[in-house]
């Protein structure tokens, strides 16, 4: 069973940036696709971003031009790199992999933007 495990979460200032990682426990050869979701207070958790096997990328409207993600096969990791920070940014950020027959999801890690 492959494990995922977030880090790069905490506190920053309105405009600044942030980078989250995730971190899996086995080869990403059998990882489809990875992705960020977060969940802000009061809303259901939403995508934020994916990136697929072939380094194919797509973002929500409300990242788009301030977040980036990436992946490094080598090191079975992805990142989510976070710039221009808002306050509505805030909230508990999810990584999550898509194996054959099964859909995987870290722990969480929180993103406090203050204003």
């Known amino acids: 069973q492959v494990q995922l495990v977030e880090s790069g979460g905490g506190s920053v200032q309105a405009g600044g940036s942030l980078r989250l990682s995730c971190a899996a426990s086995?080869?990403?050869?059998?990882?489809?696709?990875m992705g960020w979701y977060r969940q802000v207070p009061g809303k259901h958790r939403e995508l934020v971003a994916t990136i697929t096997s072939g380094d194919d990328t797509d973002y929500a409207d409300f990242v788009k031009g301030r977040f980036t993600i990436s992946r490094d096969n080598a090191k079975n990791t992805a990142f989510l790199q976070m710039n221009s920070l808002k306050f509505e940014d805030t909230g508990v950020y999810y990584c999550?992999?898509?194996?054959?027959?099964?859909?995987?999801w870290g722990q969480g890690t929180q993103v406090t933007v203050s204003s």
């Open positions: 086995e080869s990403s050869s059998r990882i489809n696709f």
């Open positions: 999550a992999a898509s194996l054959v027959g099964s859909f995987i």
